[in-house]
């Protein structure tokens, strides 16, 4: 006997072994069991989803020797010569070459006679689309008023094309594209019953590669098993089809996720170099990041996500480190980057420089985050500790290194020296500090404390000098000259000190224009909304427009 292909020699039987399709076969099912067999029905869906084997099982149910039952036998003649494809009463119609109204005409005057040996005349007219408006308008009066012994069952890719007048004659089914782990379970099934050895990400492959089509799965299994034998690894499904691996799909998607454009460069450079197709690896990328925006938003419970355990594992492990909203920008950079490879030249090129766009759209904080750490920020302000400050005590201030606490003789001359250095460094960290500490020197040192003393002109500041973030800046400032952490305490000087200080050596602002500007200034530093994001942003002012 000739061989049989593999869609062909797999085409369901039963309701029950149609893939994917359970809102359809449960429907038909219960309407025999029920006798509320309709007249006309319309199979919609994509190629290769089941519309027209749906439509032989329900022939075949319909004129069983044992019906109508939903659950045909497979056993006597009328069964036999559905399955074989020449039961007289079972008419199967090409819509596409038969779309005139001569033909139509033809089958209406047949359609009066009553069937040969079966229980009704059943007319399977695939591709019904492709029937002239001429040919549509014929069959009305037929499809609306048919003899008690005649049902219409019609199959469409493009339902948009169909008239309205022939939908609202037909019981309607719309069939859904088959999930990626229903076709893996059906070709891991269907290997197992050839004795096909095949791994499990070879299998993956060729299911993501069907787009939702069981039949262009099959066949593509066929096609494999004629070129590598029944021992199939997913690299022969790679070679074969120019898909691009689960795994490389994974590391491209992780490389994006930490900006790492010398890795995405390189795996580009790689697909191209093994003659990938690269206007499918965008839309692969889009699925893949689809994934993962799902499991964020929905967790791996969705029952938008039907993928096997080994991709969720990935998945909610990428959850955990990234935020929605930088995803959601990836997918917009991919989407805009296939428009773009559509009509480029240079695919490679376009999609290098997409995907790095990509990668700094992950690299991009949130307004949300912003808004989190302004939150966090200000929480921090009101409970009096600032991120990182470090633990002070009444009793020990600072905590320090114990191997530390020997003083060093002429640190406060050495911090005079370089006591400028500090104030700029303090001023980095807080900018508003800058004109307080010009007005500051190092009084003396000890094993764990610094003394910093104050023109007792500004006393009146200490408030502004003891916050802890301030404290810890000057802190950190003066930990580069002595190697070692002091706690630090602020105090008045003496009157009679004529110890020299920064703001000696700064020229002030005289004229009347830059004390007012100066003013005005401090008059928006001190309003607490500009301070707290002045303060949060480690920012200042560099126009006011009011």
């Known amino acids: 006997m000739a061989y049989e292909v593999l869609a062909r020699k797999w085409r369901p039987q039963q309701f029950a072994d149609v893939v994917g399709q359970e809102h359809v076969t449960k429907t038909l099912t219960n309407a025999i069991e029920s006798g509320r067999v309709a007249h006309a029905y319309i199979f919609i869906g994509s190629r290769g989803i089941g519309k027209t084997t749906s439509a032989r099982i329900l022939a075949k149910a319909l004129n069983c020797e044992k019906g109508p039952t939903p659950y045909p036998c497979d056993e006597c003649d009328s069964c036999k010569e559905v399955m074989a494809g020449n039961n007289l009463d079972v008419i199967e119609i090409d819509g596409a070459s038969n779309n005139g109204v001569d033909q139509v005409r033809e089958l209406r005057d047949n359609a009066r006679y009553s069937p040969t040996r079966s229980k009704f005349k059943i007319y399977i007219i695939d591709e019904v689309h492709m029937l002239s408006t ?36 037909c019981q309607r089914f719309d069939l859904r594209r088959i999930s990626v782990q229903d076709i893996f379970d059906r070709l891991r099934k269907g290997c197992d019953e050839e004795g096909v050895t095949i791994s499990e990400d070879a299998l993956l492959a060729i299911a993501r590669g ?5 039949r262009d799965a099959e066949s593509a299994l066929d096609q494999i098993i004629s070129f590598r034998g029944k021992d199939i690894e997913e690299d022969d499904v790679l070679a074969v089809f120019g898909l691009v691996s689960r795994h490389v799909l994974e590391n491209l998607t992780v490389a994006i996720l ?39 938003y929905a967790g791996k419970g969705s029952s938008a996500l039907e993928l096997p355990d080994t991709q969720m594992k990935f998945y909610e492990e990428l959850a955990q480190e990234i935020e929605a909203g930088r995803v959601l920008r990836i997918i917009d950079a991919l989407v805009e980057t296939d428009g773009r490879m559509r009509y480029a030249l240079s695919k490679k090129t376009l999609l290098e420089t997409g995907l790095i766009r990509c990668s700094r759209a992950a690299e991009t904080a949130t307004l949300n985050e912003l808004l989190k750490q302004v939150a966090e920020l200000k929480k921090n302000f009101k409970s009096g500790v600032a991120p990182g400050v470090i633990a002070e005590t009444p009793e020990q201030g600072y905590s320090v290194d114990p191997q530390k606490k020997k003083p060093a003789p002429n640190e406060v001359e050495l911090l005079l020296n370089v006591w400028h250095d500090v104030i700029e460094h303090v001023s980095k ?57 002091l706690a630090v305490s602020f105090e008045p000087l ?32 001190a309003n607490p909304v500009v301070k707290t994001v002045v303060e949060a942003f480690n920012g200042e002012i560099s126009d006011i427009r009011e």
């Open 134 to 169: 001429q040919a549509f308008n014929a069959l009305l009066k037929t499809l609306e008023e048919p003899p008690a012994h005649v049902k219409f069952i019609f199959a469409t890719t493009d339902v948009h094309k169909v008239l309205p007048t022939i939908l609202s004659r």
């Open 210 to 214: 069907a787009e939702g089509g069981l």
């Open 258 to 296: 930490k900006s790492d454009v010398p890795g995405i460069i390189n795996i580009v450079a790689e697909m191209d170099r093994s003659g990938k197709d690269l206007q499918r690896v965008v839309m692969e990328l889009m699925e893949h990041v689809r994934n993962l925006l799902v499991v964020l």
């Open 429 to 485: 960290a807080d900018p508003l500090s800058r004109r307080y500490f010009l007005d500051t020197a190092p009084l003396r040192t000890d094993a764990t404390h610094l003394a910093v003393g104050i023109d007792p002109e500004f006393s009146g500041e200490m408030e502004r000098f003891n916050n802890s973030r301030t404290k810890l800046a000057l802190a950190r400032a003066v930990e580069k000259h002595v190697g070692r952490l």
């Open 494 to 525: 003496k009157r009679d000190d004529q110890r020299p200080l920064p703001s000696d050596h700064v020229v002030s602002a005289t004229s009347a224009d830059s004390t007012q500007e100066l003013t005005g200034l401090m008059k928006w530093y």
